[in-house]
């Protein structure tokens, strides 16, 4: 059964993961799936496509940079005509030369996906030279997020972010406020965020009125924000796939 959108892969990759131990959250700073574990000094990165093409093997290298757990992760159609996204002895062989993972989610009608792992990152080869200061950020990026708000592979959706999560709890501190308005430092010492003054000048998605000078209050886009993203400040992760099955775990190596 072939996929219509790559986010279709994201919920079997997040669960397969999350049973090997790590903690998974999707459009992390640009990768399509981020996830840590306590037990990994670096983190995993998978980037997702629909078929194996030119460009997520770009996007596999670029993410080397950041990381050498990167895998690459695609549909595996059922399909037996030929294509170059069938080919996987070949592309397994080009991915260990390149240092990535290689993943295939194979779907059914009536059936649990299979996600297998094809190949694994070969962290003996010498990787792009790290940039630690992106890596950084995308680990603070992470562990700032309060949830899982994102299917990986998004490329229209807002994205809750960790500046956005700090802008709904300002505007939910703002909530009730009188026309007077209330300060900054108020706000800060409120909500413990020491950027709140920075948030609230800045004002990137309108939801911030500054009435007089040092005072604030939500305006109507504000309001709206609070009841789109009432998940989010409820502080509720996204609800995992419900399965009537296990999902089937395969992990083999091709040489």
Sequence with gaps: MAVKHETELYGPLKTFFEQHGYVIKGEVRHCDLVGVREDMAEPLIVEMKKTFNLSLLLQGIERLKLSSNVYLAV??????RGAVNQRWGDLSSLCQRLGLGLITITFYKTKNPIVEIITQPNASLTYPR????????????????????????????????????????????????????????????????????????NNYYGWFERISRGRYVLTDVGIAALEQYVDVLEACSTSPILLTEPLTITISESN
Excluded at 75 to 80: G, H, I, Q, T, Y
Excluded at 134 to 152: A, C, P, V, W
């Design 75 to 80: 549909e595996r159609s059922r399909a037996k």
């Design 130 to 201: 790290s940039n630690k200061r992106r890596k950084s950020q995308l680990i603070e990026e992470f562990h700032e997020r309060s949830g899982d708000y994102n299917t990986g592979g998004s490329n229209r959706a807002k994205l809750v972010t960790a500046y956005r999560e700090k802008a709904l709890r300002l505007a939910h501190s703002l909530r009730d406020v009188d026309a007077v308005g209330v300060s900054p430092a108020y706000l800060r010492n409120l909500t413990g965020l020491s950027n709140a003054s920075s948030i609230l000048q």
